[in-house]
């Protein structure tokens, strides 16, 4: 089956970094992206990986492993208006049919 | 460009009513997905469509139809409304090629009373 698994919550400190995991088991892997979304607001695009490696967006960084199966977004420099849930996503060829599969996201709470 | 717009942005309704959602994508999208999130259950599939073709679909009930029109502005419908209908619809519009990335519209937050 098809199945993105990650953390339900997190807490972590104004100024520190957090690292927010995504194991996924798909056929047909062709992309991952992460989205951020603040309570109440809709989804918003953060980061696409589909090579092996680290892509690095200002305080923002994702990292992929396809060999195993492995995502993580990790957030520096930590601001309480980063207190949002983290939607992780993979996209999955079957034939000529391209899927998003969604994960449940994980919510992170930043203290001050 | 203009982001993705969504109409309304709420709506109440009663069970047995019938609702219709509306999308606009980015200026030279021709794709638009459309999901359910409710609690806990995450972002639901609803689906696809690429230049007026229903490309993909979840596994939600006929209740649930879509359609998109030549200009690539897309309405999904739900007749015969439940309560468990309740939820923020969002719309995703996207090229529908490459990497493909869909960005969402602000959502319509339907409650069905």
Redesign the interface.
């Known amino acids: 089956g098809q199945n993105i698994d990650q953390p339900t919550e997190m807490t972590a400190t104004e100024g520190a970094i957090v690292q927010i995991n995504c194991t996924y088991q798909t056929s047909g892997f062709n992309?991952l992206?992460w989205?951020q979304q603040h309570a109440g607001?809709?989804?918003?695009?953060l980061s696409?990986n589909?090579l092996d490696g680290l892509e690095e967006k200002g305080r923002f960084s994702s990292f992929l492993s396809r060999s195993k199966g492995y995502s993580y977004l990790l957030l520096k420099e930590l601001q309480m208006k980063d207190s949002a849930s983290y939607?992780c996503?993979v996209?999955a060829l079957a034939g000529n049919?391209?899927?998003?599969i969604?994960?449940?996201?994980t919510s992170l709470a930043v203290n001050p | 460009k203009a982001g993705v717009t969504q109409t309304p942005r709420y709506l109440i309704k009663t069970r047995g009513q019938q609702v219709t959602l509306s999308c606009s994508p980015i200026s030279g999208h021709r794709s638009v997905?459309w999901y359910q999130q409710t609690p806990?259950?995450?972002?639901q599939?609803l689906f696809?469509y690429f230049s007026e073709t229903q490309?993909?679909k979840g596994n939600f009930p006929g209740r649930f139809s879509g359609r998109q029109f030549s200009n690539s502005r897309s309405e999904m419908n739900v007749s015969t409304l439940e309560l468990g209908d309740s939820a923020l619809y969002?719309c995703a519009s996207h090229s529908g090629r490459a990497?493909?990335?869909?960005?969402?519209?602000?959502?319509t937050r339907l409650t069905v009373l």
């Not at chain 2, 806990?40 to 972002?43: D, N, R, T």
């Open positions: 992309g992206f989205y607001e809709a989804p918003t695009f696409y589909v939607l996503a996209r049919n391209r899927k998003l969604w994960g449940l996201g | 997905s806990g259950q995450g972002l599939f696809e490309r993909n969002l990497a493909d990335t869909q960005y969402f519209g602000p959502g």
